[in-house]
């Protein structure tokens, strides 16, 4: 009997953690979307600091790639496959085309405009699809408002039929130095051998002699 009155209470006090948890966890944010963001540009003309949501659901900062170059694609898992699913699929091979010690120092990079839908889970399935180099983000609809204005990409949202809505994907590819510096851009089509191209350029030595 004892110890049957000691699962129950183990099992409640479990219950209770994962309620409260819970709650915190929703007002957090809430909060978090109707607080300031504090954001800077360093100066850039295009670009910034963030504190986003990665795909293990881990807070990520700008300043946790420095050392590797980023490319900064905004889209949504919504987005059809031959827009969205095109760049990321290009960012990525460009990024491996070149080469296990440079692809290292290259961080393809997916934020989401869709936060409401593009949850950690949802984002971690849709990277698999191509391969190990993205690193994919969502966070508070309002710090992905202000990041995607702060890098240029719209947030735009088209309402269709029955409920449904659609976000305009960023038009362009942001690429950002291991120093935090903007560094360019590329047009969203740009194909794999394109990005590859570009990388390689910005990579070398005698371009930043």
């Known amino acids: 009997m004892m110890r049957n009155e000691r699962d ?3 099992v409640l006090v479990g219950f209770t ?16 979307d109707s607080a300031p963001v504090p954001l800077t540009t360093y ?13 293990a659901d881990g807070s990520v900062l700008d300043t946790d ?3 590797r170059w980023m490319l900064i694609y905004f ?3 919504h987005c059809p496959d031959d827009v969205c699913g095109a760049t990321v699929k290009a960012m990525a091979e460009g990024v491996e085309a070149l080469g296990h010690d440079r692809a290292r120092l290259a961080v393809p990079i997916f934020i989401t405009l869709d936060p409401m839908r593009d949850n950690s889970d949802v984002l971690r399935t849709y990277a698999l699809r191509y391969g190990s180099h993205v690193t994919v983000m969502t966070g508070s609809p309002k710090m992905i408002q202000a990041v995607a204005k702060e890098y240029h990409a719209p947030y735009v949202r088209r309402d269709g039929a029955n409920g449904d809505y659609s976000m305009e994907p960023a038009s362009q590819i942001v690429i950002m130095s291991p ?4 560094e360019g851009s590329l047009p969203a089509t740009a194909t794999a051998a394109d990005i590859t191209a570009r990388m390689t ?3 070398s030595p005698a371009t930043h002699n």
């Open 75 to 77: 889209g949504d898992t």
């Open 17 to 32: 953690i994962l309620v409260v948890s819970s709650i915190a966890g929703y007002f957090g944010y809430r909060y978090s």
């Open 8 to 10: 129950r209470f183990f």
């Open 65 to 67: 790639f420095r050392g």
């Open 201 to 203: 350029e910005l990579m």
């Open 43 to 55: 100066g850039n003309p295009v670009g910034g600091s963030f504190r986003l949501i990665n795909g």
């Open 179 to 182: 120093t935090g510096r903007y």
